[in-house]
């Protein structure tokens, strides 16, 4: 399958799923809405830009990982 090197999120999952690239559509599209993944928007729709998806996978994911302990147990200090 042919794929251009600007596509729609949609087109990119597809391109990285072709490629052995483990990034789900939902993914790239809350990378792209964090700010993580660079894009162009048009109206609605976001643009991804081949290059930068790769440089992105290649660079891994730099932000923090928030750690919630809501519904987990915890311990607590004996005296």
Do not use: Y
């Not at 072709?18 to 993914?27: M, S, V, Y």
């Amino acid at each position: 399958m042919e794929f251009d090197d600007l596509a729609s999120i949609h087109k990119t999952a597809q391109r990285c799923k072709a490629e052995g690239i483990p990034l789900a559509e939902k993914a790239l599209r809350r990378f792209v809405k964090t700010g993580e993944l660079p894009a162009v928007q048009t109206g609605t729709k976001a643009l991804l830009l081949w290059d930068n998806v790769r440089e992105f996978v290649r660079k891994g994911n730099s932000a923090p990982v928030q750690v919630s302990t809501f519904g987990q147990i915890r311990r607590i200090s004996e005296r």
